[in-house]
């Protein structure tokens, strides 16, 4: 800032500060004399040095104030998956266990790295041909082709006819948004553009869900899912919920693996949700995150898509390969969509592709290229992708396992039940009827860390912490309601 001197100088009033002037083509009478009074505090003759440096101070000062108050701009909660960690990470207990993070774990309790994925990575770093080039907008091509396969089958009708357009998204979370995002610019199914078709979602659901098609602007409402008193699936009230819903609204299903409950329909319950769900002209939107990891058998954990894609539903499908491929930090994934059958489903599917291409670019620009080739190179090679399929079913295999388990030992200690729901469920999550206070229990005095809502991750139990485990939940059901 200028010396004191120097803002006095600038600030000293102007020699004239009553100043007359007349027009050189009129005369110079009173009335056509034009008077300018000088009213500017600032070099006002009435102002005082330090009063005008007063002034030019707070002109030159930075504002005082935020555009983002409190009241504007809360103080958000901490995410309650990741705070979890946080704290099971601070715990110094040698016992802890950790049942809340949605990751799998080995036998030892750390995170594993699948044989064939350390395969293909040493492909691409012998390849002194690759680089750090932008992928296409769409990503990479080798890559969503296979993905399609999965998910909608390599010879069904769908890809052959080519009324399936794909896009390389960051992983599943990163499918949901970008699907949510083109249904909410392009789907208008009452001819009113201000009036946005409700998302349905399963009652409960992964938590994310809600939060990214409400944040799309997205009406949301919830069908029926898991039943508390058979801890498992509710189909009567979700069929219900799916007859009563207005025409033509969007459903969110999982595709297997339901996350959190564990709990999926049978075949025959999928064919009952698909004639509820074409009778009333909703529009469905998968979220496959564990095909492969749920069963071990690829087919049978997309039989659900694949059966509404045979009965002619056009819709979308987001997928991840973080928990199939272990590629958890890469963000690897996709988002189908897939057109019914007609005279210009190619059309529609073109038309459909360059709209999320658009879409794409304005969000990311590229996606990530690392976990998309290591993806591509498995799904791509005969014998890796037999080899991902064994390792498939080693993790499906051991969660499996650890479900016997934890059954077996919570019927030996005669722990108040029944405990046959946790082999019912299938996949990483097992929802295993615990209220939130006997939760908290067990992270007070066992050090078991997991989500109030008595969600557990399965891949968290080995054959050193099932006993422990299961030992804790006997004391703390007895215990507390």
């Known amino acids: 800032m200028a010396p004191a ?42 102002s005082t040095p330090l009063h005008r440096i007063q002034t030019i101070a707070k002109h030159m000062a930075l504002p005082q104030t935020t555009s983002f108050p409190a009241e504007v701009v809360p103080q958000a909660p901490e995410d309650p998956l990741f705070g979890l960690a946080r704290a099971f990470k601070a715990d110094p207990s040698p016992q802890k266990v950790d049942l809340g993070i949605g990751a799998y774990r080995d036998e030892n309790a750390k995170p594993w790295v699948l044989p064939v994925v350390r395969k293909a990575d040493e492909i691409i770093r012998n390849d002194h041909e690759a680089n750090h080039e932008y992928l296409p907008i769409a990503g990479l091509a080798s890559l969503t082709s296979k993905a399609a396969e999965l998910v909608v089958g390599a010879s069904a009708p769908a890809i052959a006819g080519g009324r399936v357009a ?17 249904l909410s610019r392009f789907y208008n199914p009452y001819g009113d553009a201000s009036k946005k078709p409700t998302v349905y979602l399963s009652n409960p659901t992964w938590a994310n869900h809600n939060q990214i098609f409400s944040n ?25 919920a799916l007859s009563d819903a207005p025409e033509r609204s969007i459903i969110l299903l999982h595709a297997c693996a339901h996350n959190p409950t564990g709990v999926d329909p049978t075949p025959a319950q999928w064919r009952e949700i698909a004639e509820i769900m074409a009778a009333k002209g909703h529009f469905p939107f998968f979220d496959t995150a564990y095909q492969g990891f749920a069963s071990g058998d690829l087919d049978r954990d997309a039989s659900a898509i694949r059966l509404f894609v045979e009965l002619g539903f056009e819709l979308v499908v987001a997928q991840s390969f973080a928990k199939n491929f272990g590629l958890y930090g890469e963000r690897a994934g996709c988002f189908h969509f897939v057109a019914a059958p007609s005279s210009d489903a190619a059309s529609v599917t073109t038309r459909v592709a360059s709209q999320l291409t658009l879409l794409q670019r304005s969000e990311i620009s590229n996606p990530p290229i690392y976990g998309a080739k290591v993806a591509s190179i498995v799904l791509n090679d005969p014998a890796l992708f037999a080899e991902w399929k064994e390792n498939l079913r080693t993790m499906s295999g051991r969660i499996i396992d650890m479900r016997k388990a934890l059954r077996a030992k919570l019927e030996e200690l005669g722990t108040p039940g029944p405990w046959n729901h946790i082999t019912d469920q299938i996949g990483m999550f097992s929802f295993t009827g615990l209220s939130e206070n006997q939760v908290a229990k067990l992270r007070e005095e066992f050090h078991v ?22 030992r804790a939940v006997d004391k703390v059901v007895r215990e507390v309601q």
Request: hydrophobic content about 35%.
């Open 5 to 46: 001197s120097t803002l006095l100088r600038a600030a000293a009033p102007a020699p004239h500060a009553h100043t007359s002037f007349s027009s050189h083509n009129a005369p110079t009478s009173s009335s056509n004399r034009i008077t300018i009074t000088n009213t500017n505090p600032i070099t006002s003759t009435s």
């Open 216 to 240: 799309l602007g997205f009406p949301i409402a919830q069908y029926p899912y898991f039943d508390q008193k058979t801890k498992g699936l509710d189909i009567v009230g979700m069929k219900k």
């Open 166 to 182: 794909s896009i390389q998204t960051i992983s599943g979370t990163g499918a949901c948004h970008l699907g949510g995002l083109f």
């Open 449 to 470: 860390y997991m989500t109030k809502n008595g969600r557990i991750s399965m891949a968290g139990l080995n054959t050193k912490n099932v006993d422990y485990f299961a």
